[in-house]
């Protein structure tokens, strides 16, 4: 089994391709070392090459301390020790001595401000790592939770059913009754947070072209057996690149907020419409709005607007987060306009598959009006 092969080392042990802006100029400062020796009536020119181009490589590479005071210190004495004997020959005047300490002291003061960034950046890079690893551990758990619930609520679930249908006591049968209803809510609610723990997963999405006005038909016939005044508006042909699935879970949480929040004789209307490159699906409902002060939490996991009622009728707080996390993921946005008894109005911006076919709709197309009075018990 042959040895990995390792990168040609120099005879210091260091590798040429990751220090050779270093080698390059120690080579160069000693070519102004020998120029200051050779010309001393000029040799401040090559004096002051020395000292910038040392500050222009420290600022790209900032050594480590023992590194930084080892080139710094023979530097300062390698420039030091020629201005001396110039000096002492009367070749310069004894005040281009107080060059050298000047020039130490500018760069010691970049090495100061460089270490100090370093230092930061060290900490951020640390702090961020930090958080990503708490973040996947976030992830992991509920992913697991979630799975590892759903077996003990399914076995849980089917006995109180069982219990419900099988009891001749009332009493218990409501109590069993009660029972499901919760089991079934923690079941929605496991769904719904392994959903959002796997929003982000690269497979979270199998995409495809969606026809929208499919889409909103599809949704609508699902939904009308609720007791509510529906209405499908005229839908412009629009076709996206996305996850059927995903989308319709996503206006299955709009319309099922909308039916909370609504009665018998309030009306729900889905739409959609082109926005340049862009299709805007609309869930629209006459109920009782949100408040201004709650429009901007409103698609925060388990923000609820009202408490009680919103339990009551089964939701976790999270389907508006859903939302917000299927739109993320398919790079698109969802936005709100709502006021106290005016209803709301949720539209779904998606962008557009970038060879859709024409504006245009033909005489059969399926985006005409349907508008519904459902009366049943």
Known sequence: MRDIESPHPDRFGWPLRRFWPDLAWVGFALANLVAMALAPEWETVPFHFIWVSLTILYGYRVWVPSVTAAVLTAVVVSTGALLV???ARTSQ??????EVPLMGAMFLAMVWHAQRRRSAMEDLRRVSDANLRLLHRERQFIQDASHELRTPITVALGHAELVERASRDPELADDARVVVDELQRLGRLADRLLLLATSEDPDFL??????VEQLLATTLQRWTPIVRRWRLDPAEPATVVGDADR???????LVENAVKHTGPGDEIRLGAKRQGDRVAITVADSGTGIPADHLDGIFQRFARLDQARTRDKGGVGLGLAIVKAIMQAHGGTVRVQSSPGAGSVFQLLLPLEPAAGPVGAGPGAPGRRLEADLLHG
């Open 85 to 87: 004997f110039d000096v």
């Open 93 to 98: 005047l004894a005040d281009e001595l107080t």
């Open 206 to 211: 199998a995409r495809s072209p969606v026809q």
């Open 247 to 253: 989308l319709e879970l996503a206006l299955d949480a």
